[in-house]
Structures are given as C-alpha cells and as structure tokens.
C-alpha cells in the first residue's frame, strides 16, 4: 500500500468498452433492416471490415510498442467496422471494405496517436477516401430484396464479394440501382420536379424510399436508447436533424418542385445514422453542451447543401469531417462559464 | 421558518449513501490508548510549537503547543499522563509523511486540567473576546480543511455578515459523524451557533442538512425554539454530491455564488461546520478546549461500523481494532470518505482535528482496478463537474504540463471534489492530474518569486555598480578640468586664487559682521528679561551709562 493513489478511490462500473458495446447493440435493429431490405451483403462487408479493423489495429499497436488487448478488447474498432460498413453498397467487392478500413485505422485513427486522439471521423475518412478513389463501385446500390426481384442469397453475395462473379443471367444492371438520394438529384440536374423524379423511382415507400425509411427509423430508435442509457446527449442528434430538417423546409416551401420535403431528407440515406451514431462519436465532436448545438447544426445544414448544390448524392460523410475541422474553434468559443466567474 | 428558494448548482452526482451501517447504534467515547501521538500541525497554517517539555505530567485540556503566528492553533493534552518524546511520526497526509507529534504516556486516570473558565454569559463579551477564547481552545474547521475557527469568525472591520451557515450537508458516502453529531448534540450546536452568530454579528442564520438525514433534521427541528426561529433556519437541502462544499452550499442555501478567487464574505455570508460550533459551545460556555470530535469508523473490513468520541492522537490501528477491523479484508484505509478522502497506509497514523472519518474499504469496494485508458472525449466529467470546468481540457493541458493554458481552463476553481473522476469511463485519475498540475504551478510560483527576488538583487547591484562608476567618473573627470585649467593660465589662475582669497576674508569678515547675535531675535519674554536686567544694572550703577548694549554674552 506504498502507491499514492489519489481520490476518489471507488467508482462506478463505467468503462470505454461498455460504451462502444452500447453502441453496437444501438445498432442492431437497423442493421437486421439493412440485411432485410438490401440482403446479405452488409453482412459479408461488415465481417471483412471488422476481421481487418482489429488485425489493422493490432499490428500498429505492436509497431507503437503499446499494450494490445486493451486497446482491442475497448470496442472503439468494433464500432468504427460496423459504422464503416455500414456506409458501403451492400454488392462490394471484398476490397472495398477491406482497403477502406484499413486506411481509415492507419490514416485516420494510429498515425494521430490512436483512440482519442483523432481529429477526423475513422469511418468518414475510410468512406471518403472510398467514394473518391473508386466512385463506380461505392455508387452501385442493391435493388431491394423483393419477390418480383433478382435477389441474390448469402453464397451469391460471398461469390461475388471474392471473385467478381454474379449468378448467370443476372448483372448489375438488374441487381443494383442508384439511390433515392442520388435518383431524385440527377433528375432535377435534368430539370424534372421532384415529384416527378420520385413518381419515376420504383421504390418509394411512405415518406422516403423504400427501406431506406425504415432503416432510418430504427437508427433513429436505436438513438434514442443510446440517449436514454446516457451513452450519448441528446444535443448533437437533435441539433443536427434540425438543421437539416429545417432548411430543407425553407427550401421546400420556397420552391416545392426542385426541393424535396424535409421528411424525406430526414428519412433517407445516411440521416439518422450519422445523427446519432457518426455525428456523436465522442472522440471527434464538440465537447461543450452549446458547442454540440453548433457542431450538429452545422452537420445538418451543410447536409442539405451538399446534397442539393454539391457533386454528391448524401453528404453525412462530407458534412462530418468538415464540423470535425471546426471543432477545436467551436469549443474553445463556447466554454461554458465557470462557477463563481462572470458571464 | 421562512420559505425560501433553493438554488442550484451544476453537475454532482448521486451518490450510494452507506450510512445506515454506522448509524446504527449511540455514539460513545473510544477508549484510552496506552500512547497518544498528538501532532503540532493539524491544521493549515503554522505549525504549533511545544510549551511543555518531555517528563512533563500533563492533565486533560492543559496547552500543549502553542505559536506566535497568526494563522494557527494551539494543540492541548487529550487526556491526563506523562509527556514522554517529541518525535517524528506519521501524520494524516497525502504522501504519508511524518511530523513532530508529542507523544503522551497516558494515565487512565483522565483528569482534567482545574480551574476551566467557563463563560455562560458569552453575549456580554466582545466578539474579539470570544474570538481569542476559541482560538485559544484550538478549534479548527471540522468540516475537513482545519482552517483555524477564530480566523474565519473574523469577518473584518468593514465587512457585513449578513447569513451564517452551518453547514450539516455531510454529502460524502459513509461519513456520518455530523449526522450523528446533530441527533445526539443539537441543543450544544445551536448554542455554538448563537455564540458564532455573536461573533459574527451575523444577521440570519441557516443550517444546511441533506433531506435523506431525516432525523438530524428533525432533531434540530426539536431543538430550537419558538424564539430562534425568528434568526435560525433549518433547511432541508437536496441530496447530491458535493453539495457540502461551502462555495455549492452557499449557492444551494442562498443562490449566491462566490466569485471566483474570493471568500464567502466578500458576499456577506460566512459558513462552518456543525462541528465546529459544537466545539465552540464546548469552549465557550464549559472552557473545553478542542480534544476530541465524532468520528465515523466503517467501511467493509469493518465489524461493528459506528461513530466514536475519539482523542487526538489516538493510532488508527487502535480505533479500528476497537471497532473489529478484519485486517485480512482491508482493501484500503482512508481518513474521509471514498470521494475525497485521503489515503492512509500506515495504520499508526494518528487521529486529529481533522479526521472526520476512518473508512476500512473492505474486498470489492474500492473500486475496480481498471487500467487508465485514452480520454475518448465524451465529456461526461463537464456534465458532472459542480464548478462548470471542462475536466478534459484541464487534464489534456496538465498532461501536456501546458501549465499556462491550464490556468487559462480555471484549474484554480476546481475544488477536486473527484466527481469526473468517478464518472470517466476511461477510468483516468482526473483530481491526481490536477493536483500535480496545481503542484507544479505552486512550484514554479515560488521559483519565480526566487529568481525574481534573485533578479531585482541583482539588478540593484548592477544599477549601483554602475552608478559608482558614473560617479567615480564624474569626479576623475572633474579632477582632470581642474587640472586642465590650472597648467593652461598657471600666473593667471595663481593671481585670481590669491584674489578669490582675500574676497573670501573679506567676505567671512564682512559675514561675522553681520552675522546674527544672539540679541537679534528675541522673543518679547527675553526682551522683557534683558530690559529688567538692563534696570537692575542701571539701578546699581545709575553713573554708567554703557552704550554697548550687545556686550554680555
């Protein structure tokens, strides 16, 4: 007992893993919709992603002569696997996932001093990096999993990933289609209405396309219980859909027939999973309760321009890593006033 | 009582109480060790030096050590016996140090020292009165700090009190000597309070208690009078730690926060412990100096948890053997409680004034040991934190030793209450970082002033070398012109020389004549004095008529 240790000397049973393990079962419901709607292939680029997240991670930690199996055993390359994986075409080669995860553990996270010490993203930064190296792979999207369909099952999904080959009789033409996101902006390019561009899509659902507004919706509940379990706060989720939800507005209701209504930017694509899964992580989001305001808003507005006046159809992954730049400013101008100072 | 709004302050958690446990039976007096270790210092300021030598037999409440500075306490005998050594021992300190403590061999007779003046009619003295006897009977701030009583009941010439707060919070798990304290001794707190509100001159007074005490509360209640309820609250306050810190309770009771780097006074408000007006009442009105207080022994290595009146100087080992410590279960002992508390790990520490608490962390409770993983920034330790910093900024800085920045994160109003600690997920001893951060700039203060000091002396020396040298110079130089001068116009100079000094004779002769004779400037008595002398000298001798009148000397 010769050790000085200084209060407080217990603590309750909070830790690193039990975190990052909260996230991913967060994640569950919308994954099993993903896999429903879109079929195996998240499942195929999430195992690949993950096996090389961790062999990634512990060989560098063995390069930087640190302790591996706490690192490996924190979950912080678990959730950035899935999250990476969960931003890919469902119909990828086996390199996509592989080469994207890679860059992102060595790039984004180990050369900046590993967990907590990275300014950008992991997953954004493996998902960007992705979409601008090899945009014809990252842009073809699954049809959804419907009878009327070609649907392809877990080995055809497994043959393709490894060698490239589709069933016979089957290519990518009848198995993948663009995005609502991405239909919906190359038909007003065209100068077609948005109700127009969407009456010609050919999966619509209620609100958004279809899947796509039920994985959001789960992702949005899986959110909420991240908030409930005070995993995460509600600030940046809530700042974000409203930043997004409420330009989206203002651009509707000014001009209805070149802006898609609010609902359905808030429901399709990577909305409510970078909201409360990819805006949040911790490491690289404003920590100041008015800076995650800021932080979040910022995402959500610069969703919304990037996806209506930039080159790509969805922009989580952009808008995210240009608030991780702010974030450093954002927090150093919004600390809060400190007890007994004036304000 | 009056109804009032409760403030609030940010952060704090809730915390497992693990009170009942020591709560559960009346509090008694800890028996007699065969040897106290009564230490000079306990608590801040000065250290006290000994007025007794060793071979002494001394009795209970005689003085013991005493100083001339003014930020101390006078230390006095717990109990009769015989002084025996002076000695170096461990004290209750975060490093584990050790400190001169006298040693009494004691007598089991425990009698006191005669003639206690007891003073029950304390409003009749002046509150500078009262204040010299509670310095005198050494009381300290019992709450935890020890900062000397007499000092903090002295607001100052100029300065208004207008509310005086006990502060019965007790927001630490465990702890539970004030509850206890209250139960049993509410009449003598109130009438240590009265006696501080006397010398305070404080308007209103409020007794701050965590509402889960209900029956402290309640015995308080019972205690105080239709009368003294006109100037004496009890209020029930939230339970969340640390509302017992006195700037949190201050903004809990009155919704006033202390300015930073400021005291409660500056805002008209002075806080003190239950405690400590207990050993006021003590003092004043029964002349018994501070001893012995309430002390909590429990935690899981623990037998029979429960609160005890315990000497000054009394070994740890000895209380928790008494209370049946299980040394084979004992994780960690610590003097406090799990959030603050101080680590002891040399068991024949003694107990001293400020010693609130004896906490034997049995197996389990003291936490897991998980390794300090990376600060994943999720900022739950500026949710929690009660002063509003951003932990995270403060270690990232302590950490990089960015000992300016730190500052400039409002290190220096943190209290260390330990509450990001005991959220971070990360499991980083947050409070060790600062502690060091705040070490470090203490530190690096003092060198400063050094070598600031060093500087300033060296400079003087420089600024007077330097003028020596202008003036050695100036003299060198002067010399030289005089000399040029006189070997350019040798006759010439010679001549005015020779004529300079005649016109000086001559003006010393002219001087001496003018020069002021002692006849000159007369006041009227000596002009009367010297005309009746005149008379006199006219009358013995009416045929000279002398007209040198200045002639006598």
Not at chain 1, 14 to 31: E, F, K, Q, T
Not at chain 1, 188 to 210: E, N, P, R
């Amino acid at each position: 007992m010769s050790l000085i240790i200084s209060s407080p000397h217990q603590h309750p049973a909070n830790s690193v893993s039990r975190v990052m393990l909260s996230v991913v079962y967060a994640l569950i419901p919308g994954c099993i919709a993903h896999v429903w709607f879109f079929g195996p292939g998240l499942l195929v680029n999430m195992s690949i992603a993950i096996a090389a997240a961790l062999l990634t991670e512990a060989w560098i930690l063995r390069l930087r002569r640190r302790p591996i199996k706490p690192a490996l055993y924190d979950g912080s390359a678990l959730v950035t696997a899935i999250l990476f994986a969960l931003t890919l075409p469902p119909l990828a080669p086996w390199w996509i996932p592989f080469v994207g995860i890679v860059f992102a553990m060595i790039f984004a996270k180990h050369l900046y001093g590993g967990l907590g010490q990275n300014p950008f993203n992991p997953a954004m930064v493996g998902y960007a990096m992705l979409l601008i190296a090899f945009p014809q792979e990252m842009t073809r999207w699954s049809v959804p999993q419907l009878p009327e369909l070609h649907s392809l099952g877990w080995l055809d999904v497994l043959r393709h990933s490894f060698t490239g080959a589709l069933p016979t009789g089957t290519g990518y033409d009848a198995l993948t289609m663009a995005t609502p996101l991405d239909h919906t902006k190359t038909q007003i390019a065209l100068d077609q209405t948005v109700q127009a561009a969407h009456a010609s899509y050919k999966f619509m659902g209620q609100i958004a396309g279809y899947g796509w507004e039920w994985i959001n919706i789960l992702f949005m509940f899986g959110g909420a219980w991240l908030i409930v379990r005070r995993i995460i706060t509600w600030h940046i989720p809530a700042a974000m859909l409203c930043g997004l939800g409420l330009f989206a507005l203002v651009a509707f209701l000014s001009a209805p027939a070149t802006h898609a209504s609010p609902l359905f930017h808030l429901f399709s694509g990577a909305t409510m999973l970078g909201a409360f899964f990819i805006a949040t992580d911790p490491v690289t989001a404003a920590t100041t309760t008015r800076g995650r305001l800021i932080y979040g808003a910022g995402i959500g507005v610069l969703i919304y321009i990037i996806r209506y006046w930039g080159g790509y159809p969805d922009a989580v992954a952009f808008s995210v890593l240009l608030m991780n730049m702010a974030v450093p400013t954002i927090d150093y101008y919004t600390q809060p006033r400190v007890f007994g100072h004036k304000g | 009582m009056m109804p009032m709004k409760l403030g609030q302050f940010h952060g704090g958690l809730r915390l497992p109480g693990c009170k009942a446990d020591s709560m559960l039976s009346p509090v008694t007096a800890a028996p007699i060790p065969p040897r106290l270790y009564v230490p000079l210092k306990q608590h801040i300021g000065a250290a006290a030096e000994p007025v007794i030598r060793i071979g002494d037999h001394v009795l209970k409440g005689q003085l013991l050590a005493d100083s001339d500075s003014h930020v101390t306490a006078p230390v006095h005998a717990p109990t009769s016996g015989t002084v025996v050594e002076i000695v170096e021992h461990t004290v209750p300190h975060p490093s584990g140090m050790t400190a001169p403590c006298i040693v009494i061999e004691t007598d089991g007779k425990d009698e006191w020292r005669p003639n206690l003046s007891a003073h029950s009619q304390y409003h009749l003295l002046s509150p500078n009165e009262l204040r010299q006897i509670i310095r005198d009977a050494g009381i300290v701030g019992l709450g935890g700090a020890g900062f000397p009583a007499f000092l903090k009941l002295n607001p100052g010439q100029d300065k208004l009190v207008e509310t005086l707060i006990l502060n019965g919070a007790e927001c630490e798990p465990y702890i539970t000597c004030d509850a206890m304290l209250m139960q049993e001794r509410a009449r003598d707190i109130l009438d240590g309070l009265h006696i501080m509100r006397h010398a305070v001159q404080a308007r209103h007074c409020i007794i701050g208690i965590e509402d889960h005490n209900s029956a402290a509360i309640a015995a308080m209640q019972a205690a105080l009078s239709k009368e003294e309820q006109k100037h004496i609250s009890i209020i029930a306050i939230p339970t969340r730690y640390p509302t017992g810190g006195e700037k949190q309770l201050i903004k809990v009771l009155t919704n006033k926060e202390v300015p930073s780097h400021k005291l409660p006074i500056d805002i008209g408000v002075v806080c003190h412990n239950v405690g400590t007006a207990f050993a006021v009442a003590d003092a004043v009105l029964r002349g018994i100096p501070l001893i012995s207080r309430y002390v909590t022994i429990t935690g899981g290595a623990i037998k029979t948890p429960q609160n005890l009146i315990t000497q000054f100087g009394t070994p740890m080992a000895f209380l928790l053997d008494h209370c049946g410590l299980q040394r084979d279960k004992l994780s960690r002992l610590l003097m406090g409680g799990p959030m603050m508390g101080l680590q002891i790990s040399d068991l024949q520490t003694p107990v001293i004034k400020t010693s609130n608490c004896l906490l034997a962390l049995g197996p389990g409770e003291a936490g897991d040991t998980h390794p300090e993983m990376p600060c994943i920034r999720c900022g739950e330790c500026a949710r929690v934190c009660p002063a509003q910093l951003l932990p995270q900024q403060l270690y990232w800085w302590s950490r990089a030793r960015d000992f300016d920045k730190v500052q400039d994160y409002n290190l220096f109003d943190c209290i260390e209450c330990g509450c990001c600690a005991w959220v971070c997920p990360s499991h980083i001893p947050l409070v060790q970082y600062y502690r060091f951060a705040k070490t470090e700039i203490w530190q690096q203060e003092r060198d400063k002033r050094k070598s600031d000091h060093a500087r300033d002396r060296h400079e003087f020396r420089q600024l007077r070398m330097e003028r020596k040298k202008r003036e050695d110079e100036e003299r060198k130089r002067k010399k030289k012109e005089l000399l040029q001068r006189a070997n350019a116009g040798k006759d010439e100079t010679k001549k005015s020389a020779i004529d300079e000094a005649l016109a000086r004779v001559q003006a010393k002769k002219a001087q001496q004549q003018t020069e002021s004779r002692n006849t000159d400037n007369l006041t009227p008595a000596q002009q009367k004095q010297i005309e009746a002398a005149d008379a006199r000298r006219a009358n013995q001798t009416p045929a000279d008529t002398t007209g040198d009148e200045g002639s006598e000397a």
